[in-house]
């Protein structure tokens, strides 16, 4: 082949031939001459040709091209079978093999694809245009050697030197996580199976890529006379490969840092994870982790290598960031009816984080709490009280919409009643069992539910743009005792919403106590009647963050308001009526009564307190407020403080209170802490002493604590209190599943002001202080001898005395969720087993406005709700044909299959004859003519959508399969 087609002029030649050392200009002019004549030669020689095929052209009749295309079909005949082998292997090998694994990983892991773009879209884009790189260069490489086009300058070099380096760079990478499957996580997810299963395959066909790319460009190598167009070809290949390894190299190289920090950080030994930890903090790596925690995938190769587990990377999270990870419900409908388990609703297993997002959800724009006010009747003397919190929902966005929130309720506090008002229409609310509600849900629309130790979910009906509903929900809510003299109650609180709280927030409480107003905001005083008041306006932050607590003062009575058992609670204490009075002939004169009474103790002073305190960073809002509490706890109290902190070990062994106050400010409080740790060492030695104290002060903790830690037998069980800075985030019990020997903390008495909390609970550690406990129960006495108690006071004392026993109920091992449905709805609380529902006026219209069902024998057609349909009172005894979808979805399977058939017969034709054509057009089965590049796009085409077809139509018949049956 002539140098001359290499390049465009003799420049390049003259430059390199100049360059060498033995050069000879006699020699140089002779092959410039000849150059040159063969130019001339070649150019008369086209221009006669051109000049003769003008003629003939003119001069052609029909025979004469039917001639033409016989002599065509006989070169055809006459062309080497290896010709077409090597052609049909180029293709194959090089083009088609390279376009369907590409296709085949984004149909089959199309998630994982996503996942990779957002942790790491630059990388992933760079490695999708590599990948796509190979096909296309050996394509053109393959159509320019068939056109025998051998100009291979810069540019195609390096795409080829791309292509190479490409196929071989995923090569290596494949068989690295061939041989490191035993630990792929990736390997779980079915749906990745199929490519990461196969990995050692892909390798082998990517192999057989790159050789075939270095096979063209070998061949076109050959054509080259001059030693240095040869060498430059392979430095323009050693360029784009090298280019492509430094890329996808390059890609995961960070990843990889990251990973590997990610597992030393999670290394017990301090040394190891120290250093790591400070360089992801560094490294801001939330995003990646936020995404390695919802979904190992996102880690890409790096995951193959180092594998993390998502619980391993959820405690990585919560070092690192200070807050549980959770996955956040981007819904805008919440279920009222929890998922049920084997055991409890799922609700009462999450955390609070995880409660928030499950049953709220994100901010609704527009969606607000316009004014709300609770009103309460405080009871001190009976230590019970009954509050009302009336809401007004505005909705001011453009679309429909629901108003959620989640309250939080102290405990022992029960949820009696709701009512709503819509279109100015009273609609009280019905009390259902929580396992009957999915077959009734779409006869009701709003309601209030438990989600499990002291979380409830308020949801009203949905709001149509510009319109307003008000809803009511009353709570019966059990006063503490500070001392006898005094008694106070701690107002619900909004812990999420999905709404605006910049509203209108009044609180007005009565009670024939006096009120210690200790806020400067509230109005306290008597009316007319006697009756004492409280009133005040509630800032957002009150209503929302900040619980408030009323203190009210009261008579010091011990005996607490009894009231008869109308036969709700009888049946679970038989064993409290003696067999002997049962059985007495005055029998009549006795029966069941709920009693509630005061116990008094008197408090010891602790023989030693050990203040555990949590080392996460939101430990540093609170660090004054702290520090002035803990100066004020009474002399002569051995107090030791404790600061749970991995990172800091200033105050990692009991300190001294004055010693340790001096070093509270050396510790550098950063990111989460695990606190587990530190509480058993604190408990052990708290311990040492028969009157041993644990007092623990933390932010927001991890929901379930893996590590197990032993705890000594022969040591005191402490008493145990939990202050948690915010009240929402005190622990769960399944924080404590590994250690019953914690689980039984007392969360302390909050009022919102942390010095005044904390102030108020260290009075109690003075010797000889009254203690005081309220116990319940049931008693069998003679009921003329009862005190007169209100109506009012005896509601509250019932609907208290139920949430115990439910609660009770709910929590034993032989629970029966049946019975304790039963019980809430006789009693008429809510509970995990028992909801209240809104049946709304729209939906009792629809009862008498649609038609009934034609054709049924003695049956109707009543409507439960928007779609679905319940057919009631038919006759089965016939045959009842209502399954034709089935028929159809068989047919469109029929029609599925036989398109997928002849789809990749057509295509499998194309790439063939694209394989064995030597003409530059032909006729694919007769219809239509395209050239050979046009056939390899026609026929990959063709087989992807036929492959594609049965999975559209089966997802297209699966979304049709959950359609209303009557519409």
Known sequence: MNEHIEASDSSEVTAAARSKSNFNPGRFAAQTLERGRRTHKDDQTEANTEDKTADKTQEKTEGEIEDDLKRRIEDDKTNPIGEKLSNLVVLASGIIIPILIPALFVAVSHKRLVLLLLSRPLETLATIALCLAIPMTNLKLHRAICKNNFVFGIKPGIAAGLAIGTALSITAACLVGSSL????????????????????????????????????????????????????????????????????????????????????????????????????????????????????????????????????????????????????????????????????????????????????????????????????????????????????????????????????????????????????????????????????????????????????????????????????????????????????????????????????????????????????????????????????????????????????????????????????????????????????????????????????????????????????????????????????????????????????????????????????????????????????KAAEFAGHTKEGVVLWLHGRQPAFHKQIYIISPFAYKPALYEFAYDPAEAVDREYFKNHSELSTFTTVTRSGDQVADLGRFFRRWQAGRKEYSVVAKIGYSPLAQESPTPEAVQKEAKALMARSLSTQLIESSNRNPAATAALAARSGIVSLDSTILFDTSERQSLRTNLPSLAGATNGTLSPQGEEAIVISGVNTAGTVRVNNLANLEALINLIANFCEVTFVIVGGVSLLNAATIKSATTKLLGMMTLDRPGLVVAGTTLIIVGLAIPGVLNFLVASARDAALFN
């Open 181 to 680: 499957s035993a630990n792929n996580e990736a390997l779980k997810y079915a749906q990745d199976s199929l490519i990461l299963g196969n990995m050692w395959l892909i390798s082998l066909l990517y192999l057989a890529s790159a050789f075939t790319t270095l096979h063209l460009v070998l061949v076109i190598r050959k054509t080259k006379e001059l030693d240095s167009a040869r060498r430059r070809i392979l430095a323009y290949l050693l360029m784009g490969a090298s280019a492509a390894a430094a890329v996808l190299i390059g890609g995961e190289l960070p990843t990889l840092v990251s990973h590997y920090y990610e597992r030393q950080a999670l290394s017990t030994n301090t040394k190891t994870s120290a250093p790591a930890l400070s360089f992801l903090r560094k490294a801001n790596c939330e995003r990646q982790l936020r995404l390695l925690c919802a979904d190992n995938r996102s880690a890409g190769f790096a995951g193959l290598l180092l594998p993390l587990k998502p619980i391993e990377a959820e405690r990585l999270y919560f070092i690192l960031e200070g807050k549980p990870f959770v996955i956040e419900n981007k819904s805008e409908k919440s279920n009222l009816a929890p998922i049920e388990t084997s055991y409890l609703n799922q609700t009462y297993y999450m955390n609070a984080e995880q409660l928030k997002n499950f049953a709220i959800g994100t901010k609704t724009p527009g969606l607000t709490l316009a004014r709300s006010t609770i009103n309460g009747n405080l009871h001190p003397d009976s230590l019970s009280a009954t509050l009302v919190w009336t809401m007004v929902f505005q909705n001011d966005g453009p679309a429909p919409t629901s108003s959620r929130a989640e309250l939080s309720l102290p405990d022992g506090a029960a949820v009696t009643g709701a009512k709503l008002w819509q279109d100015g229409e009273a609609i009280e609310g019905t009390f259902l069992a929580s396992r009957n509600h999915t077959s009734q849900q779409f006869s009701y629309e709003g309601g209030v539910s438990e989600l499990g130790r002291g979380k409830y979910l308020l949801q009203s009906p949905t709001l149509s743009p510009d319109s307003q509903v008000k809803m009511q929900v009353t709570m019966v809510m059990p006063m503490e005792l500070e001392q006898l003299e005094s008694a106070q109650i701690r107002l619900p609180q909004i812990v999420d919403s999905n709404f605006s709280l910049e509203g209108e927030h009044n609180l007005e409480l009565l009670s024939d106590n006096t009120f210690e107003n200790s806020y400067q905001a509230f109005t306290s005083g008597q009316r007319e009647d006697g009756v004492k008041f409280l009133s005040g306006a509630l800032t957002t932050e009150q209503v929302e963050s900040s619980p408030l607590s009323i203190l009210c003062k009261r008579h010091p009575v011990t005996n607490l308001a009894s009231c008869k058992d109308i036969g709700v609670f009888k049946n679970y204490f038989r064993s409290s009526i003696p067999a002997t009075q049962e059985q007495a002939a005055d029998k009549a004169r006795y029966g069941l009564s709920l009693i509630r009474q005061i116990e008094q103790t008197t408090a010891n002073a602790p023989g030693r307190v050990v203040v555990v305190v949590d080392g996460s960073v939101e430990t540093s809002k609170y660090l004054d407020q702290i520090k002035e509490s803990l100066k004020h706890i009474p002399s002569g109290i051995p107090v030791s403080v404790l600061v749970a902190s991995n990172d800091d070990q200033t105050i990692s062994k009991p300190e001294d209170l004055k010693v340790a106050l001096g070093k509270l400010d050396n510790v550098n409080f950063t990111g989460g802490q695990e606190n587990l740790k530190t509480l058993v």
